[in-house]
């Protein structure tokens, strides 16, 4: 055959086809960069740049090696201090090794979970299948439910085990494709080329607050206040007796079932009114102790433990149970929590929650401050002028210092003490 003929405008095929894919790379990357990507980027060509729009822009660059062994994905924002998932998937003739940044393994799961610090090259390394083996392939549903590991090519005969390990606010639910299964990890011997699914799915986290819920505000020694203090909703007091409820100026009811006050858009209520006042205060604290007892024993989903050594100051916590041995602060940098509008947070804290002066709780995705509980077993104060959202239930003293904010409810098996401050509802 004459080599001439199979030049195109003076290059073989092979250079023309390297040309191209150039020339693809380079418009994607741009296209991409133009697009400011803030949400999940993909595409076949190896290289993926994502990006964020906001002041805290992060660049994640995917690649596979080789370029035919499969194709790469990301779900979720990469701003820092976010949580994204980096995902592999496969083609025909190959199976997945591992995340590589820098040549430094970061996971052996096709579905990789991370934390954004800074920008990134994440490389997804496959494999080809060799001659005479099967292949094993694994993905997971979600991708942000949970990581597997087993996949590869072995010798046919030989003994699989698959492992599925869920993320933290999922479980694992059951082995799909190739094989219907719920025993994890999944053993079989390997007679053909295998692709399975992990099945995850999120566990709704539910703390009933019960008739505690009721109430704004709600403490067993005492609720004090100095400066203009404004409370939206019902507060109260038990088995303490409306003495025990300060600064205020309280005015009773003609019922004497509760009191009402200038600086209260609603009812106060002690141990010591009316009738049926009393029986009512006596089952709502016992609903606050059960609710911080259920809350602080929660295991499912697995909680996070120990996360930031307890300093969450200028970070992005997504849905799900988090766990210190020790106290928890928030900067002045403040900290976000990302999620759903049906997403719910729990922080169980051994010591004491400490909000600097200035820090806000910032909620994006749609989360709700009704959904967020703060289970405190020391003290939980909130410096000046800090922005604080959600359910503090705290086994003792709950203090809120000049111009503190929050939104959600203080229940305290002590005391709370405010200054000037604001309380609304959580919605």
């Known amino acids: 055959m004459n080599n001439q ?42 290289t993926d740049i994502i990006s964020d729009s906001t002041a805290m822009v992060q660049k994640i660059t995917l690649s596979s090696s080789p370029v035919a062994g499969g194709v790469t994905a990301i779900t979720g924002t990469p701003s820092k201090g976010a949580e994204v998932v980096a995902t592999a998937t496969v083609r025909t003739g190959y199976t997945f090794t591992s995340w590589t940044i820098n040549g ?33 392939n694994i993905s997971s549903n979600p991708v ?35 094989v219907t299964e719920t025993t994890n990890p999944l053993k079989f011997i390997i007679l053909a080329n295998r692709t399975l699914v992990a099945n995850f799915t999120a566990v709704k986290v539910v703390v009933n607050l019960g008739t505690a819920a009721n109430y704004q505000i709600l ?29 205020f100026g309280l005015t009773l009811d003609a019922s004497n079932q509760f009191a009402l006050a200038p600086v209260v858009i609603g009812k106060i209520y002690a141990a010591d009114y009316t009738a049926p006042t009393p029986a009512k205060m006596t089952t709502a604290v016992s609903d606050m102790e059960n609710a911080f007892s259920t809350a602080n024993g929660l295991t499912t989903p697995a909680p996070i433990v120990e996360i930031y050594a307890g300093d969450i100051s200028g970070k992005t916590l997504t849905a799900g149970v988090y766990k210190w041995g020790t106290g928890v602060l928030v900067s002045a940098a403040g900290v976000t929590l990302n999620g759903g509008p049906n997403d719910t947070w729990v922080f169980q804290i051994a010591q004491n929650l400490t909000i600097s002066n200035s820090a806000k709780i910032t909620l994006t995705g749609g989360a709700q401050a009704k959904n967020i509980f703060w289970v405190v077993s020391g003290a939980a104060t909130l410096g000046t002028n ?20 929050v939104t959600g409810k203080l229940l305290a098996q002590t005391a709370v003490t405010l200054n000037a401050s604001t309380i609304v509802e959580a919605k």
């Not at 023309?16 to 960069?33: E, G, N, P």
């Not at 030989?158 to 479980?171: D, F, H, Q, W």
């Not at 403490?219 to 007796?241: M, Q």
Request: glycine share 10%; with cysteine; net charge positive.
């Open 5 to 46: 003929a199979l030049l195109i405008n003076g290059k073989t095929p092979t250079q023309q086809r390297t040309k191209y894919a150039i020339i693809r790379s380079t418009i994607w990357s741009l296209i991409v960069l133009a697009a400011f990507c803030t949400a999940s980027c993909s595409k076949d060509n190896g």
């Open 144 to 178: 942000i439910g949970g990581t597997t590991s087993g996949s590869g090519s072995y010798t046919p005969g030989k003994e699989v085990t698959l492992t599925a390990t869920p993320n933290a606010g999922y479980i694992f639910t059951g082995w799909s494709g190739a």
């Open 386 to 405: 800090a922005d604080f959202s959600g359910i503090i239930l705290s086994k003792t003293l709950i203090s809120l210092n000049t111009g503190a904010k």
């Open 104 to 136: 430094a393994v970061v996971s052996t799961s096709p579905s990789y979970p991370f934390i954004v610090t800074a920008d990134a090259n994440l490389v997804a390394n496959f494999t080809a299948i060799p001659d005479g083996k099967l292949a094993v």
């Open 219 to 247: 403490a067993k020694t005492g609720i004090s206040t100095t400066g203009v203090t404004s409370i939206t909703g019902d507060i109260a007091v038990s088995p303490a007796a409306a003495t025990a409820i300060t600064g």
